[in-house]
């Protein structure tokens, strides 16, 4: 489905209601449930707040901006909520502190935090806020395996990678949405929840979940085999060009028993292994080819996996083709005789 019209609500302070009532009405129509109130201002229309949400099937975009609040869901609140969901926050301008059972954190300009409605939280704004939200169901975060990565609430680097990637992407969405068709609005939202997904995975490096694992690693895989040729390949390299941690990296293969540099010694191994067998090339040139500075450290190496030295094998190999050779040989040349 195509996204609908935005949705704007603001605060009348022309209105008999109370700007606290209004804000709560609003936060609770747009978001999730709320109990809202407001320090006490000197004049009823001191208190400012917008907020404007576009709907993207089943995502919510919403931009808003309010004076100091602050705000609670408490038993009754989750209780009257029309769903589970996700709540991405990244402030603008001005600072939030949001808590959630033992997590707890203070947002200013740039800070991305993700926050579980289905648990009790707080919110308190001290200073007029800013801010752009996106509000996820959890089944639709579970297409992209999302679950594993959330816990009570998770604060992103705002200056990592893949978090950026997130909120650029969500600030150009926002330019784009009034002119989207469904099929637009349909990729809109698959790359908005696999961009919050390694958004998460890359703030919690977990890597237990099934549904990571295996494309985590069949991914460094490939990162390996093209790199094999350009230089050493280092835990560090490969945590760097897939948004994880080291320590994410090196948790991927001790799953299987295995070190990275281990699997990195036993590709280059194999590659050596081809060329002994394919060429005629020095076996030092083929050593230092697949990052074996040392040729007699290379020669060691091959021989514990592989049984022979380098040179034992290559002529293993040209010895059990000669027979087979000479044979063909004599039979063409008998034929020919006859």
């Not at 490939?222 to 897939?242: D, F, K, M, N, Q």
């Not at 080819?289 to 190496?301: E, V």
Request: hydrophobic content about 40%; glycine content about 6%.
């Amino acid at each position: 489905m195509a996204p609908s019209g935005d949705e704007l609500w603001a605060v009348d302070s022309s209105v008999g209601d109370d700007a606290a009532a209004q804000w709560e009405q609003i936060l609770s129509a747009s978001y999730v449930p709320w109990t809202v109130s407001i320090p006490e201002l000197p004049h009823r229309d001191t208190f400012k707040a917008w907020l404007r949400r576009w709907q993207i099937d089943d995502l919510a975009l919403v931009d808003g901006h309010c004076g100091p609040c602050s705000g609670r869901r408490t038993r009754h609140q989750l209780a009257d909520a029309e769903g589970e969901f996700v709540a991405v926050m990244i402030v603008q301008a001005g600072a939030e502190t949001i808590s959630q059972r033992h997590f707890e954190a203070t947002m200013t300009p740039g800070d991305v935090v993700a926050w579980d409605s289905t648990n009790r939280n707080r919110f308190t704004v001290r200073e007029p806020l800013s801010k752009r939200s996106m509000l996820i169901p959890w089944t639709a975060l579970d297409e992209v395996g999302g679950r594993a990565w959330m816990s009570d609430g998770v604060k992103l680097d705002g200056t990592a990678p893949a978090t950026r990637l997130m909120t650029t992407y969500l600030d150009a969405l926002n330019q784009v949405l009034p002119e989207l068709d469904s099929a637009g609005a349909s990729a809109a939202r698959t790359a908005a929840l696999a961009l919050l997904a390694g958004a998460l995975r890359s703030e919690n490096n977990i890597c237990s979940a099934e549904i990571v694992r295996p494309a985590l690693r069949a991914s460094i895989e490939r990162y390996i085999e093209r790199h094999l040729l350009g230089g050493t390949v280092t835990p560090a390299a490969i945590a760097s060009a897939h948004w994880v941690s080291i320590r994410t990296v090196n948790r991927v293969f001790s799953a299987t028993g295995q070190t990275v540099g281990e699997v990195v010694r036993l590709r280059r191994l194999a590659r050596a292994r081809e060329d002994l067998t394919d060429n005629d090339r020095p076996i030092s040139d083929i050593a230092h080819r697949w990052g074996f500075s040392d040729t007699s450290h290379f020669s060691r190496t091959f021989k514990a996996h592989y049984g022979s030295s380098p040179t034992d094998f290559r002529n293993a190999y040209r010895f059990d083709r000669r027979p087979h050779d000479a044979s063909v040989h004599r039979h063409v040349a008998r034929v020919q005789a006859s």
